[in-house]
């Protein structure tokens, strides 16, 4: 079984596995003529269970056979054009290649010993990241799974900074105040199209889903800071503490992006941590066009990004930033067998010291390999195309009898509806023909679109994070859509006639 492990001696079957395995991939890429083939659960997962995984294949290019059949052939591909589901973006080339070193070397950034240049490859990009931002000259931060982790360790830290300082306070005021007396008070501030990852992390932080606030939204899908307003007084009044407010800037379903100055201005008003969850919108970042879009978000004391949205990287490639870099010592603990005080004494730079993870992958490669290779603008302008698709995507569906949009789109999605023309129907089945002809749509394989609902109703979704998809693929699933919804419609009026 030696002859498997990856070392000096089997130099040569790696680069023949490898690039076998990739010849493969390349030729699925080449000739899959839909994002998926409709594949159902109940056809696909009786294969899956009946492989005895207690009986190897040994011979990799048999393992490949198999993988065509239980995933490859089966598999959703985000780079075709009319994948216009969820946030999954292609993803480049450059990025990778970085995956496949990254994989192969399998450093392991928690700690100096583990990786060298590595550490100092995160480092950088974290700094790169911060200057874009505006965060300043303390400012630092981590990579981490993705945009859930990000935020959770974001309000991990909101929490404890904000504990420290009632606690001070109170102190300074001679009043003792405990930790656990605080807990029930605090309360985290977000817009009622935030993602569910801040209620989430309020729960595993021990405060509990009702310690978030959620504000409402403006015809726009933005925070209404008028609301925020009052809601923080009156957190105030009630004598509560307002932990943090959480600006999301590209809402999962609308790409909304929340007014970052006015939210900063007033979470700076009620000494409040602000923290803006950039997870979609941080392509804007290396826009060379649109960064304007983000004023504001400088002020925010965290962020997060995802690079595998919109800077076209593969999962997973997330991080957080802070503005001040020794609020990161509230997840800091020193393990004598692994980062022990004296390393921090004697300038070691071990990214443990700043993470909730230990063991991590260096998922920075690959966003360094990009940068490196297509530069900054490069990322940007794939950004910019996908948000003019929007814009124009928009205009499509507004013109279109058979559909009503939502709003106009700030960044890459448009949420809308199929109306049907001509008759009264009841809104049920309205909402009825609206999830049929997504599922209906999905099991055909021709496409994919996501779902959500807005005020009660069942909407349909388009995520456009793919720059080879066009206006005509656009009228084309929106032809799809209507199809499905109207068979539907007609099957069940039919029905009740």
């Given at each position: 079984?030696?002859?498997?492990?990856?070392?000096?001696?089997?130099?040569?079957?790696?680069?023949?596995?490898?690039?076998?395995?990739?010849?493969?991939?390349?030729?699925?890429?080449?000739?899959?003529?839909?994002?998926?083939?409709?594949?159902?659960?109940?056809?696909?997962?009786?294969?899956?269970?009946?492989?005895?995984?207690?009986?190897?294949?040994?011979?990799?290019?048999?393992?490949?056979?198999?993988?065509?059949?239980?995933?490859?052939?089966?598999?959703?591909?985000?780079?075709?054009?009319?994948y216009l589901g969820h946030l999954n973006c292609p993803v480049v080339i450059p990025a990778v290649l970085g995956e496949a070193i990254l994989s192969a070397v399998n450093s392991s950034l928690d700690t100096w010993?583990?990786?060298?240049?590595?550490?100092?490859?995160e480092r950088r990009l974290i700094d790169w990241t911060t200057e874009r931002i505006g965060l300043g000259p303390a400012a630092d931060g981590i990579f981490t799974s993705g945009g859930s982790q990000s935020n959770?360790?974001?309000?991990?830290?909101?929490?404890?900074?904000?504990?420290?300082?009632?606690?001070?306070?109170?102190?300074?005021?001679?009043?003792?105040?405990?930790?656990?007396?605080?807990?029930?008070?605090?309360?985290?501030?977000?817009?009622?199209?935030?993602?569910?990852?801040?209620?989430?992390?309020?729960?595993?932080?021990?405060?509990?889903?009702e310690a978030v606030i959620s504000v409402p939204v403006d015809r726009n899908r933005r925070m209404d800071t008028a609301v925020l307003a009052l809601e923080l007084e009156e957190c105030a009044s009630e004598g509560?503490?307002?932990?943090?407010?959480?600006?999301?800037?590209?809402?999962?379903?609308?790409?909304?992006?929340?007014?970052?100055?006015?939210?900063?201005?007033?979470?700076?008003?009620?000494?409040?941590?602000?923290?803006?969850?950039?997870?979609?919108?941080?392509?804007?970042?290396?826009?060379?066009?649109?960064?304007?879009?983000?004023?504001?978000?400088?002020?925010?004391?965290?962020?997060?990004?995802?690079?595998?949205?919109?800077?076209?990287?593969?999962?997973?490639?997330?991080?957080?930033?802070?503005?001040?870099?020794?609020?990161?010592?509230?997840?800091?603990?020193?393990?004598?067998?692994?980062?022990?005080?004296?390393?921090?004494?004697?300038?070691?730079?071990?990214?443990?010291?700043?993470?909730?993870?230990?063991?991590?992958?260096?998922?920075?490669?690959?966003?360094?390999?990009?940068?490196?290779?297509?530069?900054?603008?490069?990322?940007?302008?794939?950004?910019?195309?996908?948000?003019?698709?929007?814009?124009?995507?928009?205009?499509?569906?507004?013109?279109?009898?058979?559909?009503?949009?939502?709003?106009?789109?700030?960044?890459?999605?448009?949420?809308?509806?199929?109306?049907?023309?001509?008759?009264?129907?009841?809104?049920?089945?309205?909402?009825?023909?609206?999830?049929?002809?997504?599922?209906?749509?999905?099991?055909?394989?021709?496409?994919?679109?996501?779902?959500?609902?807005?005020?009660?109703?069942?909407?349909?979704?388009?995520?456009?994070?793919?720059?080879?998809?066009?206006?005509?693929?656009?009228?084309?699933?929106?032809?799809?859509?209507?199809?499905?919804?109207?068979?539907?419609?007609?099957?069940?009026?039919?029905?009740?006639?």
């Amino acid at each position: 079984m030696r002859s498997h492990l990856l070392n000096e001696t089997t130099a040569d079957l790696y680069r023949r596995s490898v690039t076998e395995g990739v010849d493969r991939v390349a030729a699925k890429l080449a000739t899959t003529q839909r994002p998926h083939t409709g594949i159902s659960v109940d056809e696909l997962a009786p294969v899956i269970n009946g492989i005895d995984l207690d009986k190897p294949l040994a011979d990799a290019t048999a393992v490949l056979d198999e993988l065509e059949d239980v995933y490859l052939r089966d598999a959703v591909y985000f780079h075709h054009p009319r994948y216009l589901g969820h946030l999954n973006c292609p993803v480049v080339i450059p990025a990778v290649l970085g995956e496949a070193i990254l994989s192969a070397v399998n450093s392991s950034l928690d700690t100096w010993d583990q990786s060298i240049g590595g550490t100092l490859i995160e480092r950088r990009l974290i700094d790169w990241t911060t200057e874009r931002i505006g965060l300043g000259p303390a400012a630092d931060g981590i990579f981490t799974s993705g945009g859930s982790q990000s935020n959770f360790h974001a309000l991990l830290l909101a929490r404890d900074e904000a504990c420290r300082l009632v606690m001070k306070k109170a102190l300074d005021e001679g009043r003792e105040l405990t930790k656990a007396e605080l807990l029930p008070k605090l309360r985290i501030f977000t817009s009622e199209a935030s993602h569910f990852s801040v209620q989430k992390s309020a729960a595993m932080l021990g405060l509990g889903y009702e310690a978030v606030i959620s504000v409402p939204v403006d015809r726009n899908r933005r925070m209404d800071t008028a609301v925020l307003a009052l809601e923080l007084e009156e957190c105030a009044s009630e004598g509560l503490f307002p932990m943090a407010v959480v600006a999301t800037a590209g809402t999962t379903d609308f790409g909304s992006i929340d007014p970052l100055p006015e939210i900063a201005r007033l979470a700076d008003e009620h000494s409040a941590w602000m923290h803006v969850d950039a997870a979609y919108g941080c392509g804007l970042l290396a826009s060379p066009t649109r960064r304007h879009l983000l004023d504001g978000i400088e002020r925010a004391d965290s962020v997060t990004v995802d690079y595998h949205k919109s800077f076209f990287q593969p999962v997973s490639s997330s991080a957080m930033l802070v503005r001040d870099r020794d609020t990161l010592q509230h997840a800091t603990y020193h393990a004598d067998y692994l980062n022990p005080r004296r390393m921090a004494e004697e300038r070691i730079p071990n990214q443990v010291d700043k993470s909730i993870q230990t063991t991590r992958r260096f998922d920075a490669l690959k966003l360094w390999v990009t940068l490196r290779v297509m530069g900054a603008d490069g990322v940007g302008s794939l950004f910019d195309e996908v948000i003019d698709l929007a814009a124009a995507g928009w205009d499509v569906i507004d013109a279109d009898p058979r559909f009503e949009v939502v709003v106009k789109p700030q960044i890459s999605t448009l949420v809308f509806r199929y109306v049907p023309q001509g008759e009264d129907v009841r809104g049920d089945l309205v909402d009825e023909a609206n999830l049929h002809a997504r599922k209906a749509l999905f099991a055909s394989g021709e496409a994919v679109v996501a779902g959500t609902k807005v005020d009660g109703k069942q909407y349909l979704k388009f995520t456009l994070l793919n720059p080879q998809t066009t206006t005509a693929d656009i009228a084309a699933v929106l032809d799809l859509l209507a199809a499905h919804a109207e068979q539907f419609l007609g099957e069940s009026l039919a029905l009740h006639r």
